[in-house]
Nanobody, 118 residues
């Protein structure tokens, strides 16, 4: 079955860095757009970043210049390098996959917790 499995979350001090990974399996993800979303406690899930199969990227304004999304198509991996982390980045981070042109993900991971202490 299709699985997206996130890893790399944890507790970090403000200003620190973390690298999240998402391992995709169970089908071909050729042509799929890979997303990162996050959901803080008591808040709605929000978009963070996406990367297309060809490597085009988009970021939420609040993470521009601090987060970098990359993917390794040969390994079916997606990464989110997060630097200069702030307490407001604290959330559960989710990896998702959608067909190019679709606005809604077809597959979701289970999430990984990122906690940034001040």
């Amino acid at each position: 079955q299709v699985q997206l499995v996130e890893s790399g979350g944890g507790l970090v001090q403000s200003g620190g860095s973390l690298r999240l990974s998402c391992a995709a399996s169970g089908r071909s993800f050729t042509g799929y757009v890979m997303d990162w979303f996050r959901q803080a406690h008591g808040k709605e899930r929000e978009f963070v970043s996406y990367i297309t199969w060809s490597g085009e990227t988009t970021y939420q304004d609040s993470v521009k210049g601090r987060f970098t999304i990359t993917r390794d198509n040969a390994k079916n991996m997606v990464y989110l390098q997060m630097t200069n982390l702030k307490p407001e980045d604290t959330a559960v981070y989710f990896c998702a996959a959608r067909k190019y042109g679709s606005t809604q993900p077809d597959y979701w991971g289970q999430g990984t917790q990122v906690t940034v202490s001040s």
